[in-house]
């Protein structure tokens, strides 16, 4: 325990006196980089191209699902023909994660809308046009496109809008071409069923199997019903709301950039002027050596 007491602990280098004459020696250093950081930040903001952020929400192209449209569109759900309460359901027709992905290429822009966004090839839109899955629901697409201006980011994000519209709206056509074929082959056999009950209910012929014939016709006209409705159903995408398009510039941020350049400057000055009395205390006790 003695021992311990008798060791001699090495004394700071730095002392209180150092820290006063340090920032009393170099204060000049330091305002004249901070200065100079806070001027190359205006410089930055007055070359730089500013850039305005238009943003729309899109909801994806959806169908309505039954018993049937389950069928072609792949659900595991069970055909059911004697529940009469049976609901439809909508679902996406594409996946927001796909069609954003879509969009990471410049080949998916068309040429109509690379001439609406103003520019001169799809490389050069590319880093222009933002599209990712909304993170609160599983139907819709965040959109966000820059531009030199709030009214040409606002029509170019209208434009990227109406591409992935149309294409959706083509491949709906199969899908819709599909359910109009289901749809005359489930009328037919209705109208096939309904007669024959029809028949067999005026010639007094009530057996079980005028019972048959009249619960086919029955699920028959329901299952005809669900599909009308799904030919009815509103399935292209669509904006929740108009484009946004602020006045106020996205990039280069001004209050952003004057902190930035103000903290590299004085940053800056600090480290150059720890860099020289750092320096300058060793060559002290060099010479003192």
């Known amino acids: 325990m003695q021992q311990k007491r008798d060791i001699a602990y090495p004394q700071d280098d730095i002392s209180f006196l150092d820290v006063v004459s340090f920032f009393l020696g170099y204060w000049k250093l330091v305002l004249a980089t901070f200065a100079a950081g806070i001027a190359l930040a205006f410089g930055y903001l007055n070359i730089a191209?500013?850039?305005?952020?238009?943003?729309?929400?899109?909801?994806?192209?959806?169908?309505?699902?039954?018993?049937?449209?389950?069928?072609?569109?792949?659900?595991?759900k069970p055909h059911d023909n004697n529940k009469d309460d049976e609901k439809l359901f909508s679902v996406n027709f594409e996946s927001p994660a796909v069609i954003a992905e879509q969009?990471?290429?410049?080949t998916a822009f068309s040429d109509t809308t690379v001439e609406s966004c103003g520019v001169a090839s799809p490389e050069a839109l590319l880093p222009k046009v933002r599209l990712q899955p909304s993170k609160s629901t599983t139907s819709v697409i965040e959109l966000a496109v820059r531009s030199g201006s709030p009214e040409a980011a606002k029509l170019c994000a209208n434009a990227v809008f109406e591409q992935i519209r149309q294409q959706q709206q083509r491949q709906l056509q199969p899908y819709k071409a599909d359910l109009e074929r289901i749809r005359l082959d489930v009328e037919a056999n209705y109208r096939e069923n309904q007669d024959l009950a029809d028949k067999m209910e005026r010639a007094g012929m009530l057996q079980s199997l005028y019972l048959?014939?009249?619960?086919?016709?029955?699920?028959?006209?329901?299952?005809?019903?669900?599909?009308?409705?799904?030919?009815?159903?509103?399935?292209?995408?669509?904006?929740?709301?108009?484009?946004?398009?602020?006045?106020?510039?996205?990039?280069?941020?001004?209050?952003?950039?004057?902190?930035?350049?103000?903290?590299?400057?004085?940053?800056?000055?600090?480290?150059?002027?720890?860099?020289?009395?750092?320096?300058?205390?060793?060559?002290?006790?060099?010479?003192?050596?």
């Open 103 to 106: 969009f990471r290429l410049p």
């Open 49 to 76: 191209q500013k850039q305005f952020e238009a943003q729309a929400l899109i909801k994806v192209g959806q169908v309505l699902v039954s018993s049937i449209g389950s069928q072609l569109y792949g659900s595991n």
């Open 212 to 289: 048959a014939r009249r619960d086919t016709a029955l699920a028959l006209r329901q299952q005809l019903n669900q599909i009308r409705r799904t030919q009815e159903f509103d399935n292209l995408p669509q904006l929740l709301a108009p484009v946004y398009a602020p006045q106020q510039q996205a990039f280069p941020v001004r209050s952003k950039t004057i902190v930035f350049g103000a903290m590299a400057g004085l940053l800056l000055g600090l480290a150059i002027s720890a860099l020289h009395f750092s320096f300058g205390k060793w060559r002290q006790r060099k010479q003192a050596s």
